[in-house]
């Protein structure tokens, strides 16, 4: 997909009203008077809707930037009018900042972009804890060439000078400063001159059951009180995240949504979350801190949820979020009641809605084995009966049991191109998905897998991945942090089952450096048909390349493996779970020759 210049924009629609105009001709010789007229009639309407737009300046509602004074009602009034005038409508913002203490609304829009004179160019300011843009019901709506950030940071940060069992001193670092005000949710141990989150064996972290307050010692130290000892030292750098859950962007139940040429500098819980959107096109956008801050979001970059039709995400990045890098999922529902053989009572779990409508196909699973489906159906009917129940009609019978799980059986094509994470705390892309083609991406330092394939009863969150292909990326030093598991990719299963539900992987000519803790190259679990090829693995560890669990058929073929281990003879192993059993896996073809070749790495750091 290409984006236009104005001039090209307006030359386009000249030549859309030249080639209306020369249907308009050739019908002339043919046409009788009256004819003629009603064709004219309905030629001015179809032009003058092609052409018919306006630019509503924030401006002109009383929205100055760089003046200090909050914008926030000026910009809504803006866009609220170009809501309420229908028409392909843009509301721009000048140069410079815009001072925002609470949301911007954006509800029942068709046809709107919200433009900036670019990411270096115009700043929207959160000064509160808050969503800037909250998108809600709309059709066709584009937000670009802006940037977003806070005053006061979501987190603090600094040096542990004094720890005891109730408390931790903290000297701060600039630029994080002291906010007493707020409550911190968590704490992460910090490796400041890495400028990256816990790896190795120092990845202890403190997660209270509830919020700990602060008070300031001084014009750098604050106070956090603990509720239980920690593992903290002094002399340790820590990231003290607060507790708000807020969003740079969120939008739900959006048709053609475009996020583009952005840059989020933080975030008061993630940077940008979607539910129930209908194609999606994320370009262009950075989430990364300035220069000296240790963090961005507080948990994940972005995550996409309940999506439909397609997901592109094309030359973005994602740097020191405290969490998943990318998170793409569809929920499950669990089924409370069997009305009769085609209508059932379904309950929202985890407090993530779902989307259901007429038409479109669901998919059902056993609670025993949630990520196996038993059978899939059509929906008719999908009504709310309260806040959390929803009355689902099938157009067939179908033969479920209360306590059984539900889900979209057509989850959104995922397309990555050129897509970067690095030291972030968590995964690089948690991928709960099907038909994905990730290309070009570079994982650099992220603390678990670099890329993770968990569809998850804990969490409520599948579908199963299949149909994946991953050519051509770039993993450095992944897989030594907090989210360590036993490979850089890993396919697993929350619980683990007996038999194969992803399916169909690819894992081919990318480049592979391991770190000094990033363990192996895959974890299987619960997989079949991977086929790994092409691949420059370097790495300075015994442990086996692949770890199996109750997999089928896993090849490798014309890889290259550099290894300082004299001998690296075991290339893969069986997982030693109790629900893993080494008969449970077949077809496993994975020799020393498949890791023998000497080709180069087809992808340079």
């Known amino acids: 997909m290409c984006f236009l210049t104005e001039d090209e924009i307006e030359l386009n629609k000249k030549k859309e009203r030249y080639d209306v105009l020369t249907l308009f001709l050739s019908f002339y010789v043919h046409m009788s008077f009256r004819k003629l007229l009603l064709f004219v009639l309905v030629f001015f309407i179809f032009n003058s809707s092609i052409i018919e737009s306006k630019i509503f300046d924030v401006s002109d509602y009383g929205a100055y930037a760089n003046d200090h004074i909050d914008d926030t009602h000026a910009i809504q009034a803006a866009i609220n009018a170009a809501i309420y005038s229908g028409l392909n409508d843009t509301i721009s913002f000048g140069y410079g900042t815009y001072v925002l203490s609470s949301s911007i609304n954006v509800t029942n829009a068709t046809n709107l972009i919200i433009t900036g004179q670019g990411a270096q160019q115009t700043l929207l300011l959160g000064i509160n804890p808050t969503t800037i843009f909250i998108i809600m019901s709309g059709e066709n709506i584009t937000i670009r060439s802006l940037s977003i950030d806070f005053d006061p940071l979501p987190f603090t940060g600094g040096f542990a000078i004094n720890v005891t069992d109730t408390y931790i001193d903290l000297k701060v670092q600039p630029p994080h400063r002291i906010n007493p005000e707020f409550q911190i949710a968590s704490l992460l141990r910090f490796d400041a001159n890495e400028m990256r989150i816990a790896f190795g064996p120092q ?98 970059c972005m995550n996409f949820a309940n999506g439909r039709g397609y997901i592109n995400i094309y030359d973005s990045r994602c740097e020191l979020t405290s969490d998943d890098g990318l998170n793409v999922h569809e929920p499950y529902v669990v089924i409370s009641d069997v009305i009769n053989s ?24 056993s609670n025993s084995k949630p990520f196996t489906v038993y059978q899939t159906a059509t929906v008719a009917e999908w009504v709310p009966t309260g806040p959390y129940s929803r009355l689902l009609t099938l157009t067939v019978p179908i033969n479920v049991s209360v306590g059984d799980y539900v889900a979209n059986a057509d989850p959104p094509m995922l397309t990555i191109r050129n897509f970067t994470v690095e030291r972030n705390r968590a995964h690089g892309v948690l991928l709960e998905t099907r038909n994905v083609d990730v290309r070009n991406c570079v994982f650099n330092r992220t603390s678990g897998p670099a890329v993770l394939f968990q569809p998850s009863k804990f969490w409520n969150e ?51 450096y391991f770190g000094n803790y990033s363990r192996g190259l895959l974890l299987s679990r619960s997989a079949a048909n991977v086929r790994i090829e092409g691949n420059y693995l370097a790495t300075n560890n015994s442990e086996p390349l692949i770890i199996i669990c109750n997999s089928r058929n896993i090849t490798a073929s014309n890889n290259t493996l550099i290894s300082n281990q004299i001998g690296h003879e075991q290339y893969y192993a069986f997982d030693t779970l109790v629900s893993c059993a080494k008969n449970l896996s077949s077809l496993i073809d994975l020799p020393a020759s498949a890791f023998n070749s000497s080709f180069p790495p087809p992808v340079i750091a």
């Open 462 to 512: 599948g579908v199963a991945g299949q149909n994946v292909t991953l050519a051509n990326n770039l993993y450095i030093n992944c897989n030594e942090g907090i989210g360590r598991d036993h490979g850089v990719i890993a396919i697993t299963l929350q619980p683990t089952q007996f038999e194969p539900v992803m399916k169909n992987i690819r894992i081919e000519s990318s480049t592979f």
């Open 342 to 365: 085609t209508t059932v009572m379904t309950q929202v779990m985890n407090g993530t809605d779902v989307y259901f409508f007429a038409g479109m196909r669901v998919e059902f699973s």
């Open 203 to 300: 990845t202890y972290f403190f997660y209270p059951s509830g919020p700990m307050n602060t008070s300031q010692i001084s014009t750098d130290i604050i106070r956090i009180y603990l509720t239980s000892s920690t593992e903290f030292n002094v002399g340790d750098g820590i990231l003290a995240r607060y507790s708000e859950l807020h969003r740079a962007i969120y939008a739900s139940t959006v048709t053609d949504l475009t996020i583009q040429s952005i840059n989020i500098y933080t975030s008061w819980f993630m940077g940008i979350v979607t539910n129930r959107i209908i194609g999606l096109n994320i370009f262009n956008v950075q989430i990364a801190p300035p220069n000296g801050r240790w963090a961005s979001t507080l948990l994940d």
